[in-house]
């Protein structure tokens, strides 16, 4: 299912579906995401597939497993992950839902 938070948020499960959130989204070692994401900053030390917005920094620990799409602000990425996406950096990017941030795209194509 899809979450929508407001707040700083934690997983360690698994979740099929999309992530909103105002805060900052950390996906522990045990963690797996299918889907789609949009928050403030984002540490992944889990595994991850799909889309990724980040306005702020994006950190991916040396056990995550990154397959995807990745747009942020900052980026740091520690030896060891495995990181098999694209990555666009924009730094003043602001915290768009996905289907806003998908008009924007369209326009600017």
């Given at each position: 299912g899809d979450i929508v938070s407001q707040a700083d948020f934690r997983l360690?499960?698994?979740?099929?579906?999309n992530f909103h959130s105002n805060g900052k989204w950390v996906i522990g070692p045990a963690g797996s995401?299918?889907?789609d994401i949009v928050c403030k900053n984002l540490d992944i030390e889990g595994k991850f597939e799909?889309?990724?917005q980040?306005?702020?920094i994006l950190s991916i620990k040396a056990k995550a497993t990154i397959l995807g799409e990745v747009v942020c602000g900052k980026l740091a990425v520690?030896?060891?992950?495995?990181?098999?996406a694209t990555c666009t950096m924009k730094p003043n990017?602001?915290?768009l839902s996905?289907?806003?941030?998908?008009?924007?795209?369209?326009?600017?194509?």
């Open positions: 360690d499960g698994e979740l099929t579906g995401v299918i889907g799909g889309k990724i980040v306005t702020e520690e030896p060891g992950a495995i990181f098999t990017v602001k915290n996905p289907n806003h941030a998908e008009r924007a795209e369209e326009k600017t194509a």
